[in-house]
């Protein structure tokens, strides 16, 4: 926490032979983010690894081989873990034999269940389309022996028939109306041979839908129908045999068909990897950081594998000059526990923090869960916001971070609730242990104040930490620094004083005069002061002149407008906590017209069916539409007044050389 782990730029040297066992070792370890060799002078000398484009489109095929008979046997069992990734060199030939052998045992099944529901959906879509022929009992064997006549059946809208009847009034034709329903007209219609062609024109004119007939039927509609309903039940059982192979089929290899996958997707992923590495004759070099941690671990894994022929050497970032100079900016890799992870999602959603910066993620969570629960303080809402994030973060692996996101905010609501007195809008009953939002609005909204003010008050201090960090002192005397934060505590404490004690004494405004002139003065002068220097530090280099004749007094009054414009700002910052009153207002002012409507509905005689539907819907209204609203507004308030005050960002996230999604999901490139 606090701080993204500590990383080394370790350097790795293997012999060509060694290659595939180094990946498979690289895989196992995955974090490890590579440091792509065109970026070094290697890379600018041309010494890149070719990429094994053959092998990976190899993995392809076994990937998408297997995906397919994955989904054709619906295979639904967890995803099996990998615990030693493959070595792409000799893992191929392994894989690839397997996945023949499964398929040439399973594939003659699958084609076998395909071919019977064929067969059973053609036959009862035939059933169906002869059954809107049954009134008017067609015998099939006469008219295919039909010699001059031609016909047509088919569906097409009722009132379309007189425009049909009267295109085709030039020729001799018939149109039998067999049925009618749901606003659709089955029709016959006979022609002379010759005169087909007119006859289609005008069919396809009047949205005539053909039904088509196989050929080889004989016999009346009826007993058409009963012959295919009796082919139907030996078809089924068939098939019913069919899926009980495939299910012993998928309980015999789904778990093996998942394992070839994950193992082809992850070697794919190593050798596309290994388009970063550089080659110098017969041996390869990769650079890149993993964390401290890892290092000695790997590097005994790497010696082990290659018996002592490849080097493994670790250099500390502050020992690099690029580094230093930020030439080269060094990854984060968040190192923050489980109930804080998921909320790296919302840091990054900013900005990826620089190295040097505090990690701010822990603040971002705490207050985050803090502002949610204040705002949406109802001990019946919270249980429910816990209860969708416990089934999201049981069931639904893909989003599991915001599961834990919701049963956290939930938690924190029914805290707030029982602080609130509030059960699912309704306050009398359990005692209010701290207030009812509606009864104390002042008291209410001078706790909002006082919260924005530790928040702001925290985001300088995490800048003045920063800023320390960096060794950018001369940050001290700006708006953002520490005489802006003096400045502002200075505010903050006045008008504390006058909202809570009242108006402060002469004394006392004296005091505060002179300081925030004197702060004020610093903020002002800090720019023109730095221009200055510079311009005495560039004086007589060329190239320099048309910053040497830059005015002092546009620096000046740029300052001037700066240091105004951040007074207004640290004002606006702190009003705008406000809104977590404002919004726990709006809240519990929304019960008031739940509980209104369904005394209206229930005509305030009795809580029948009526006044309890309409609860239940009003707090369904309730938690989604407030849930949505509150969390845009706490993270606008920990974006725009809390983040802007200390978070610079501009990092490079920490990139594994296998992301774990990407092989568990099983995806891959079609």
Known sequence: MFRPAKLFRITIQVPEK?????????????????????????????????????????????????????????????????????????????????????TRKVDPIIQEGRHLERQLNQK??????????????????????????????????????????????????????????????????????????????????????????????????????????????????????????????????GQRLLAIREKAVLARLLLEAASKFGKIDHTYLLTGWVPVDLFEKLKDRILKATGGQALVDCVDPEDIREVRSGIIRIPILFNNPLLIRPFERLTTLYGIPTYEEVEPTVFLAISFVLLFGMMFGDVGHGLILFLGGFYVFKR???????????????????????????????EDLIPALWLHPMKDINRFMLVSIVLGVA????????????????REFHRLFTASGLAGALLYWLFAGIGIRYLTWGPPGPVERTVAVV??????????VERPLRAIIKRKRMKGRPGTEA???????????????????????????????????????????????????????????????????TLIIGNIVIIVLEAMVVSIQTIRLEYYEFFSKFFR???????????????STGAFKQ
């Open 649 to 663: 960002g501009g990092g490079v996230e920490f990139k594994p050389l296998v992301e774990k999604e990407a092989v």
């Open 18 to 102: 060694y290659m595939s066992d180094v990946l498979g070792i690289l895989g196992d370890f995955r974090l490890l983010h590579l440091i792509n060799i065109n970026e070094t002078h290697l890379g600018r000398l041309g010494y890149v690894a070719g990429t094994r484009v053959d092998l990976i489109g190899r993995y392809q095929k076994v990937a998408q081989e297997a995906d397919k008979l994955i989904k054709e046997l619906s295979v639904k069992a967890p995803l099996p873990p990998i615990e030693k990734a493959p070595r792409p060199e000799k893992e191929i030939f392994v894989l690839e034999e397997e996945l023949s052998d499964i």
């Open 547 to 613: 910053i040497q004749q830059a005015s002092l007094s546009v620096v000046v009054l740029e300052s001037v407008i700066e240091a105004l414009d951040s007074v207004l700002r640290f004002l606006a910052n702190t009003v705008s906590f406000v809104r977590v009153a404002a919004f726990a207002l709006t809240h519990a002012a929304l019960f008031v017209g739940v509980f209104t409507i369904a005394d209206m509905v229930s005509h305030g005689t009795h809580k029948g069916l009526g006044y309890i539907l």
């Open 396 to 426: 639904l692996y893909k989003y599991m971070d915001y599961g834990i996101i919701l049963m956290e905010c939930g938690v924190s609501s029914m805290i707030f609730g029982v602080l609130y007195g509030s059960v699912f809008g309704m």
């Open 515 to 524: 300081t925030a002139a004197v702060l004020l003065f610093v903020i002002i």
């Open 455 to 470: 928040m702001i008050s925290l985001g300088f201090i995490l800048n003045l930490i920063n800023i320390y960090k960096r």
């Open 124 to 253: 009862q879509e035939l059933i169906e389309r002869l059954r809107l022929l049954v009134p008017a009992e067609i015998d099939f064997s006469r008219l295919f022996g039909l010699r001059f006549t031609s016909y047509r059946f088919g569906i097409m809208p009722p009132e379309n028939l007189d425009r049909l009847e009267e295109s085709l009034s030039d020729i001799h034709h018939a149109l039998v109306r067999i049925q009618e329903q749901r606003e659709k007209l089955v029709l016959a219609a006979f022609c002379l041979k010759e005169d087909l062609p007119v006859l289609e024109r005008s069919l396809k004119s009047a949205f005539f839908n053909e039904l088509e007939f196989p050929s080889d039927l004989k016999g009346t509609v009826s007993s058409i129908i009963e012959r295919l309903e009796a082919e139907l039940e030996p078809l089924e059982e068939k098939l019913r045999l069919t899926e009980e192979k495939k299910e012993e089929a998928r309980k015999r290899y």
